[in-house]
């Protein structure tokens, strides 16, 4: 027993020695400078009374200030406007052969459009500006008809192709926010939106090409979309299968 206590004794009179950071030397436990080489000797739980708080690291991490959405809405902005008047007066002056700068004004406008909700303002409903997106690109591919020797793609298949996209985003964004949401009937309005969709751009394309539908590759995605549809709506009517694919799938 004595000899553990010993060793315990000098074990805790080791660990309650000190040492100078220059040179090494042992120090006594009342000792404010090293007796070798005179460094102060100082306790690092003092280190913020003796420097009055301020202690070589700071306390907080340092935070880069954030750029307010307004001057980065601003800068943008600018940007887009001095990209598409800086090719307009190019388009106006120097390269006159045909109007190219439509598409890339055409394009500034785009990006602007959808640019608003996620900078600009924030508060802007989701079906507004799935409709301000349907009305830019609509008017982007106006803007080609100048380019073109005749205006019949637009309004024959251009349009008709923009309107029916922008139908399907606000029919697929109103499921989406009303309508019970989880992984699988998000699933299920996807595959439902993605059938009705091509069925869609196929119709629109033969009645402008031959003034006759008749529906080919679309049918098969369709039923493609319809049989996992229905693979769907069996799991989602059944709990327990609904749980056995959840833990499976791991979602």
């Known amino acids: 027993m004595n000899g553990c206590a010993l060793r315990r004794t ?6 309650l020695m000190s040492y100078c950071v220059n040179c090494g030397v042992e120090l006594d436990a009342s000792a404010r400078e090293c007796p070798l080489c005179g460094t102060p000797v100082i306790n690092p739980r003092d280190l913020e009374r003796l420097t009055e708080g301020a202690t070589p690291f700071p306390k907080e991490k340092g935070q880069v200030e954030v750029v307010k959405r307004k001057d980065l809405g601003i ?6 406007l001095a990209t598409a008047v800086t090719c307009g007066i190019l388009n106006a002056f120097v390269f006159r ?3 190219w700068s439509l598409t890339v004004i055409g394009v500034c406008a785009i990006l602007w459009v959808i640019m608003i909700p996620a900078v600009i303002y924030m508060k802007q409903p989701v079906y507004v500006s799935l409709l301000y ?3 830019a690109v609509s008017l982007y591919l106006f ?3 100048y380019l073109t020797e005749s205006s019949g793609w637009f309004w024959g298949l251009g349009l008709p192709i923009a309107a029916l996209v922008t139908v399907v985003a606000e029919l697929f964004t109103l499921c989406v926010r009303r309508l019970p949401r989880s992984f699988l009937t998000v699933m299920l309005y996807v595959f439902t939106a993605a059938g009705l969709l091509c069925m869609g751009l196929e119709m629109l394309i033969d009645r402008y090409v031959s ?3 008749a529906l080919s590759w679309s049918a098969v995605v369709l039923t493609v979309c319809a049989i996992l549809d229905i693979v769907i709506i069996t799991m989602l009517s059944s709990r327990r299968l609904r749980g056995a694919v959840r833990k ?3 979602f």
């Open 248 to 250: 499976r799938m791991h």
């Open 211 to 213: 003034d006759r539908i």
């Open 143 to 145: 803007m080609l008809t």
């Open 133 to 135: 997106d349907g009305a």
């Open 75 to 80: 800068l943008l902005s600018i940007t887009l």
């Open 97 to 99: 052969a045909n109007l």
């Open 10 to 15: 000098e074990r805790y009179r080791d660990e």
